[in-house]
């Protein structure tokens, strides 16, 4: 079945910099890669994702991109805010439909001001 | 918050009790979907269920039981059998069956049992 695979497990950042954020995945015919964002003791909420049908998708200071080849993908973000710090799971969605999500084991982000 | 609610927010019980952790949705959603949630680890995938009086084991289903008698709720049982059953479970539903998209995830029930 798919496999996802995320690092780092911790990343530490001073405000303004930028955060990057791998995820590996096994299974070729994945066609969806949302990226969630989950603060202290809430649920997790979907800030990107990408289909595979696109390389990169951009929102504001987010950033998605999709190489299919090497089976990874990436969370960008620019200019980090206190406010960015939580933890971060990439998923991606296997073949087969049924809408199934496999998450990555998740990022702890701190942004330093 | 709204939307999809799930109840109650921390629970206790005993060693060898069954629990039932309630997931109810208000939108109208197909498919809906219960995680478990360890500290510092991702999102891993109990059961799921497409269409109502339908649904399919997920990657950690032993221990774990649902039911899907309306297309509003999908509660989760968790059983005496589950060896290891402290955790945060989520509950998360998608508008339509067959294509990915967005779920929407509930607040989370917190269950500890000693």
């Known amino acids: 079945g798919e496999n996802v695979e995320q690092h780092p497990s911790t990343l530490s950042v001073q405000e303004g910099d930028s955060a990057v954020i791998k995820c590996t995945y096994s299974?070729?015919?994945?066609?969806?890669f949302p990226w969630y964002k989950q603060e202290l003791g809430k649920r997790p909420q979907l800030i990107i994702d990408?289909?595979?049908?696109?390389g990169e998708k951009k929102d504001q200071r987010i950033a998605v991109t999709l190489n299919k080849t090497a089976k990874h993908f990436s969370l960008h973000i620019t200019e980090t805010q206190p406010e960015d710090s939580a933890v971060y799971f990439c998923?991606?969605?296997?073949?087969?439909?049924?809408?199934?999500?496999?998450f990555g084991a998740g990022t702890r982000l701190a942004v330093h001001p | 918050d709204g939307g999809i609610t799930q109840s109650p927010k921390y629970l206790f019980r005993k060693e060898g009790q069954n629990v039932t952790l309630s997931c109810e949705q208000n939108?109208?959603?197909?498919?809906m979907y219960w995680y478990r949630q360890d500290p510092g680890q991702g999102l891993r995938l109990i059961y799921y269920?497409?269409?109502?009086?339908?649904?399919q084991k997920g990657d950690i289903a032993e221990g774990y039981s649902v039911s899907r008698e309306k297309k509003e709720s999908f509660p989760l049982t968790v059983t005496s059998a589950q060896k290891n059953p402290t955790a945060f479970y989520l509950c998360a539903s998608t508008p339509r069956q067959g294509r990915s998209y967005e779920q929407y995830f509930g607040p989370g029930t917190r269950l500890t049992v000693t």
């Open positions: 269920s497409q269409i109502v009086n339908d649904f």
């Open positions: 998923a991606a969605s296997p073949s087969g439909g049924y809408n199934k999500l496999i």
């Open positions: 939108l109208n959603h197909d498919a």
């Open positions: 299974d070729s015919a994945s066609n969806y």
């Open positions: 990408i289909r595979s049908n696109v």
